[in-house]
Every structure is written in C-alpha cells, then in structure tokens.
C-alpha cells in the first residue's frame, strides 16, 4: 500500500507541475510579459551570479541572461512586493530589467545552478542540457555546410531568449549532420569564424557575431569545467550530450590568443566507432605479419605516425581481435576516447601519469596491455619491461615512418641490444581521403606521373600488373561528397617485424636506411607503396598522396594540386576515421 501511495503522490505532484506550466503559460501574455521555460535553457553563467541565491529565493526569480547592462529576470509573479523590491535594486546598479513569467520547477531548476557556477563545474560534470528534437530537427535539416548558415540567420532574425542556446544547438548539430571530428571557434580581427574538421580537412563554415562568442565561451568553459574568469591560460575539459539514441562526448581545449581565447572541441561519437580490423583496410601482407604478432603471448607492438594519422584507433581495432573471454586488458590513455566492452580502461591525471599507471597495471594481473603514447625513457623502458615479462603490449609514438621508430626509442634512453626480446613490429600510418565514386575522374598519367607509378611498383615486394593504357582517377566534386570529390577516408601502412636481420642493424648501426635494407626481404610493403597500389586501384589521387606523405621532389614538383568547386553538398559518411584519434 505504501508504495501505490508514493506511486500516487509522486504522479499527482506531475501533474500539478504540468498544470501549473500551462497556466503560467496562459496567464503571462495577459500579464503583458512572454512567458519562458528555463528546463532545458541553458543559462548565462554571468547572468546568474547578478543575482544572490538568497535573494532569488526570497523574490522567486532568476536572472537567466545578461547583455551588458541588459538583464533578463524570469519570475513566478510579477506582481510580488519582493519582486518590485528586487528591480529597484538591479534599476539601482543601473540594469535594465527584462521580466518573464515562469513556473515554480524553472525557478527550482534554475536555483540548481548557481552551485554550478561557485564551483566553476556543471550540474553532472560537464553535461551540456540539450533538447533532444531540436538536434534532431535541426540535423535532419543540415544536408551542406550552407545550411548551417541559413539557419544561424534565422535564429539572429528571432529576438529571442534562446538565441545562445539555440546557436550552440546548431554548432554541434551541424557538427553531427557533417560528421566532423573537430569544432573550432576562432577569434579575429573581422569576427568570430567556426570550422569543422571532416575527412581530416578544415572547413570554413560561418562567420558568428561578436556578441555572441563571449556568452558561447561563458557556457563552454562551464560545460567543460573550466575556470569561468581564467582568460591567459590553456584549458582543458570534457562534457557530454544525449541525442536520443546515443551520449556525445565532447573534449574541449581552450588557448589564449592576442584577439581572444580560441576552442577546439573534438566529437567523440559512439555511432562512427568503428574498432575491427576489416574497417582499418591493411594491405594483406602487413595484415598477415600483424596477426601473427598479434597471437604472440607477450611482446611490443607500436604505431607511429603524426597526430591524426589514426595510430589510437588502430590500436583500439587490434585489441578488438586480441579480445576474448579469458583474455584480462587494461588501458591507460590520455584521454579515454571511446568506451570497449569487456576492456578495463583508465586515464591519466594528477597523480596517475603513463609510468606510475602502467608499473599499477602490471600489478593487476593483466594479459594485454595499452599504453597511449610512449613520451618519455620511463613509460619506454616500463613498456619494455612488461613485454619481455609474459604481456603483449600496444601503444604508439610520434615518428614520420615504422623505421623511425627503432631510433627514436634510442633517442628515449632504451638500449638498442634488448629490442629483439621486446619489440615485435612497429607500423608506420597515414589517412588519406577516398575519392568520391559518384564523380571521380579518369585519366591517364602521363610524365613525370606515370614515371612515379612505374619507378614504385617495381620496387613493391608484390607488384600489381599495370593496366594498359594505365588511368588513374582525380577529384571533382558533387552533390553525394559536399563538393570535395572525396567520400571518407583509409588507411596507408608499413610495418617492420622484429627478426634477426632488422636486430642485428638496429644494433650495429641503427641508421634508417641501414634498417630498411635488413627489413626488406620482409616483403612488406612501404606507405608510399601501398598509396601509389591504393591510386592505381582507383582508391584515391596523386595529390591526396602528396599531401599526406613526402614524394620524391622531382615528382611532387610537378604534381597539379586539384582545385574541388565551391560548392559543397553533401559531406563524407566515413566508417573508418571520422572519429580518429
């Protein structure tokens, strides 16, 4: 019986909210005042605090927005004396005071936030409060970057309450709709310009007013849970939003510039994981010597490349193959990008760094280990030393290529002579876009082209037969790509195994070119092998493979960068790499 009558209470109590909702709803137009409903408004952190919680609570008001003198206050009666009283006050401190009426669990809500803003931290740690319909509206209506900016200017033509709110709905729906990686903000000289990173790429999108990047920054920096008044430092953070099927996870970076502070925000969207080796697209023979490594018992096994070039994702994909019930995985990264069931995963902070965590992950029994990235002697040598003591590791370096990566651990303090009990491969990577299959263009090299393309498949350890006439494709642009001529992106590699040979030079004289020559009966095939295979096949365009790795100068001299139109349609619905870490 207790508990249908707290069932019964607890609805009645729903119900009363609902109607009083509609009330106030009716009864403020009458009042002569608009009517507002702050659950799900995202309110100006700077408007708040104008405002004391013990005043607020007395007058049953809130101040939700504030532009510069201009204050707009939401009350549950107008016509309260502790409301005139409060006017006076804020008329006194010479604000212009904009009232709305709004019911008694807005205020409720709005009264929660003010611990929010003392502690500089959101109500759930960074959750930014987001209507799920409005993102899904909106995303529905973004089909090319132009759109976002058709909807921005009906959202400045509505003097509305929810101008900021609604703005920062559009920024991440436009985000979603595009599937780009990244979100910057960037202040200048003539404005405010928001680009998005998609298919590895910048894109200018829309120039934002003035007026509006302080209060974005405002609400950002609290999202996050950064500092509010804290403007001539870095900043990093996090915060989530649901849109209904799945959590957005947002990492934010704030720096200081000489016009204003600027942030990047990096989408980590769940739906665009896609963690299996089949998604990576290796070529078969570095994916036939990868897994055979990857059924070793113990070992190193490192990605290199710059960053951006997908090195975490791969590894993230090779400890979805290595995953299996009797197989304990832990993971220290910097930050936990994405979530992997069955795959115990930490992160770094104050007092757990790369050297500390990995020597407490050794303690917990595990059987594969990541390790994010290899900074410094300490995490090398402790990496090291799990590999040669029963446990298979992954983790990554910043090198230019695999080779690189034998000189830059001895660079880092490791004694070249115990690489052969440790190390098992290192793989060298880069992401290149895919040309678009609507509206790629073929045509024959001739030159300079066509001499690259014959001078590197006779040096592939497995050469494909040229077609003859030999054609290759470029980019042009349509609707189903945005304009761009590409359509997602994959994945370029090399790799070189640990064998007698390669120890033996790493050893004797640890110079690239010494290694190269030790590796090369491994019959894998170099980045600039597989992209010139991946060009022939119709995969990508010479320039694409121009600008993510180095040509020999002769060639790339003569390469004609591609010139894509304007106009962008529809943008990439890439399956590997939107996410890339």
């Given at each position: 019986?207790?508990?249908?009558?707290?069932?019964?209470?607890?609805?009645?109590?729903?119900?009363?909210?609902?109607?009083?909702?509609?009330?106030?709803?009716?009864?403020?137009?009458?009042?002569?005042?608009?009517?507002?409903?702050?659950?799900?408004?995202?309110?100006?952190p700077?408007?708040?605090?104008?405002?004391?919680?013990?005043?607020?609570?007395?007058?049953?008001?809130?101040?939700f927005?504030?532009?510069?003198?201009?204050?707009?206050?939401?009350?549950?009666?107008?016509?309260?004396?502790?409301?005139?009283?409060l006017?006076?006050?804020?008329?006194?401190?010479?604000y212009?005071?904009?009232?709305?009426?709004?019911?008694?669990?807005?205020?409720?809500h709005?009264?929660e936030r003010?611990?929010?803003?003392?502690?500089?931290?959101?109500?759930?740690?960074?959750?930014?409060?987001?209507?799920?319909?409005?993102?899904?509206?909106?995303?529905?209506?973004?089909k090319?970057?132009?759109?976002?900016?058709i909807?921005?200017?009906?959202?400045?033509g509505?003097?509305?309450?929810?101008?900021?709110s609604?703005?920062?709905?559009?920024?991440?729906a436009?985000?979603?709709?595009?599937?780009?990686?990244?979100?910057?903000?960037?202040?200048?000289e003539?404005?405010?310009?928001?680009?998005?990173?998609f298919?590895?790429?910048?894109?200018?999108?829309?120039?934002?007013?003035?007026?509006?990047f302080?209060?974005?920054?405002?609400?950002?920096?609290?999202?996050?849970?950064?500092?509010?008044?804290?403007?001539?430092?870095?900043?990093?953070?996090?915060?989530?939003?649901?849109?209904?099927?799945?959590?957005?996870?947002v990492?934010?970076?704030?720096?200081?510039?000489?016009?204003?502070?600027?942030?990047?925000?990096?989408l980590?969207?769940?739906?665009?994981a896609?963690?299996?080796?089949?998604k990576?697209?290796?070529?078969?023979?570095?994916?036939?010597?990868l897994?055979?490594?990857?059924?070793?018992?113990?070992?190193l096994?490192?990605?290199?490349?710059?960053?951006?070039?997908g090195?975490?994702?791969?590894?993230?994909?090779?400890?979805?193959?290595?995953?299996?019930?009797?197989?304990?995985?832990?993971?220290?990264?910097?930050?936990?990008?994405?979530?992997?069931k069955?795959?115990?995963?930490?992160?770094?902070?104050?007092?757990y760094?790369?050297?500390?965590?990995l020597?407490?992950?050794?303690?917990?029994?595990?059987?594969?280990?990541?390790?994010?990235?290899?900074?410094?002697?300490?995490?090398?040598e402790?990496?090291?030393?799990?590999?040669?003591?029963?446990?298979?590791?992954?983790?990554t370096?910043?090198?230019?290529?695999a080779?690189?990566g034998?000189?830059?651990?001895i660079?880092?303090?490791?004694?070249?002579?115990?690489?052969?009990?440790?190390?098992?491969?290192?793989?060298?990577?880069?992401?290149?876009?895919?040309?678009?299959?609507?509206?790629?263009?073929?045509?024959?090299p001739?030159?300079?082209?066509?001499?690259?393309?014959?001078?590197?498949?006779?040096?592939?350890?497995?050469?494909?037969?040229?077609?003859?006439p030999?054609?290759?494709?470029?980019?042009?642009?349509?609707?189903?790509?945005?304009?761009?001529?590409?359509?997602?992106?994959?994945?370029?590699?090399?790799?070189?195994?640990?064998?007698?040979?390669?120890e033996?030079?790493?050893?004797?004289?640890?110079?690239?070119?010494?290694?190269?020559?030790?590796?090369?009966p491994?019959?894998i095939?170099?980045?600039?092998q597989?992209?010139?295979?991946?060009?022939?096949?119709?995969?990508?365009?010479?320039?694409?493979?121009?600008?993510?790795?180095?040509?020999?100068?002769?060639?790339?001299?003569a390469?004609k960068?591609?010139?894509?139109?304007e106009?962008?349609?529809?943008?990439?619905?890439?399956?590997?790499?939107?996410?890339?870490?």
């Amino acid at each position: 019986m207790q508990f249908n009558d707290e069932y019964s209470n607890a609805k009645f109590q729903g119900l009363r909210a609902q109607e009083e909702e509609r009330q106030i709803q009716t009864l403020a137009p009458q009042y002569g005042f608009e009517y507002i409903n702050l659950k799900g408004y995202t309110i100006n952190p700077e408007a708040i605090t104008v405002i004391s919680l013990e005043q607020a609570k007395r007058a049953e008001a809130v101040s939700f927005e504030v532009n510069q003198k201009t204050l707009s206050v939401a009350v549950k009666n107008p016509n309260a004396p502790e409301v005139k009283k409060l006017v006076d006050s804020l008329q006194a401190k010479r604000y212009t005071v904009i009232l709305y009426m709004c019911s008694s669990m807005s205020l409720k809500h709005a009264w929660e936030r003010y611990e929010d803003v003392t502690s500089s931290t959101a109500e759930k740690k960074g959750v930014f409060e987001i209507n799920t319909e409005d993102i899904k509206r909106l995303t529905a209506r973004i089909k090319q970057k132009e759109d976002i900016n058709i909807l921005l200017q009906e959202i400045n033509g509505v003097a509305n309450t929810r101008r900021i709110s609604e703005t920062m709905e559009l920024i991440f729906a436009g985000g979603l709709a595009l599937r780009a990686s990244d979100i910057h903000i960037e202040p200048e000289e003539g404005g405010i310009r928001l680009r998005y990173r998609f298919d590895g790429v910048l894109h200018d999108i829309v120039d934002l007013d003035s007026y509006i990047f302080a209060r974005l920054m405002s609400r950002l920096k609290l999202l996050s849970g950064m500092v509010l008044n804290t403007r001539a430092e870095a900043q990093d953070g996090r915060f989530t939003f649901d849109v209904g099927d799945r959590e957005v996870e947002v990492r934010s970076s704030i720096i200081p510039g000489a016009v204003g502070e600027s942030i990047v925000m990096r989408l980590l969207d769940p739906s665009v994981a896609s963690f299996t080796m089949d998604k990576i697209k290796l070529n078969k023979w570095i994916e036939s010597a990868l897994r055979q490594q990857l059924k070793k018992p113990n070992g190193l096994i490192i990605t290199t490349g710059p960053t951006g070039s997908g090195k975490t994702t791969a590894l993230y994909a090779f400890l979805q193959e290595s995953h299996s019930e009797g197989v304990k995985i832990i993971t220290i990264e910097n930050p936990v990008e994405y979530k992997l069931k069955g795959i115990v995963q930490t992160q770094t902070g104050k007092d757990y760094d790369f050297s500390s965590g990995l020597r407490a992950i050794l303690r917990q029994d595990p059987d594969i280990i990541m390790v994010g990235e290899i900074r410094d002697r300490e995490v090398a040598e402790t990496a090291i030393h799990a590999a040669q003591t029963g446990h298979l590791v992954f983790s990554t370096l910043h090198t230019n290529s695999a080779v690189g990566g034998f000189p830059r651990l001895i660079d880092l303090g490791v004694d070249s002579r115990i690489f052969g009990s440790s190390v098992n491969i290192i793989l060298g990577q880069r992401l290149i876009r895919v040309l678009c299959e609507h509206c790629k263009s073929a045509y024959a090299p001739e030159g300079q082209e066509k001499s690259l393309i014959e001078k590197v498949m006779r040096g592939h350890p497995h050469p494909i037969t040229l077609p003859q006439p030999l054609q290759i494709y470029k980019s042009v642009g349509c609707e189903k790509c945005g304009g761009t001529g590409f359509k997602g992106r994959a994945g370029i590699f090399e790799g070189i195994i640990m064998d007698e040979a390669v120890e033996e030079a790493v050893i004797r004289d640890p110079r690239e070119n010494v290694i190269l020559a030790a590796a090369k009966p491994q019959g894998i095939p170099t980045m600039i092998q597989d992209g010139i295979e991946k060009l022939i096949l119709g995969v990508t365009s010479i320039s694409e493979l121009e600008r993510v790795i180095e040509l020999p100068y002769e060639i790339a001299s003569a390469i004609k960068v591609e010139a894509p139109p304007e106009t962008k349609k529809e943008v990439s619905d890439d399956d590997f790499l939107n996410h890339v870490i």
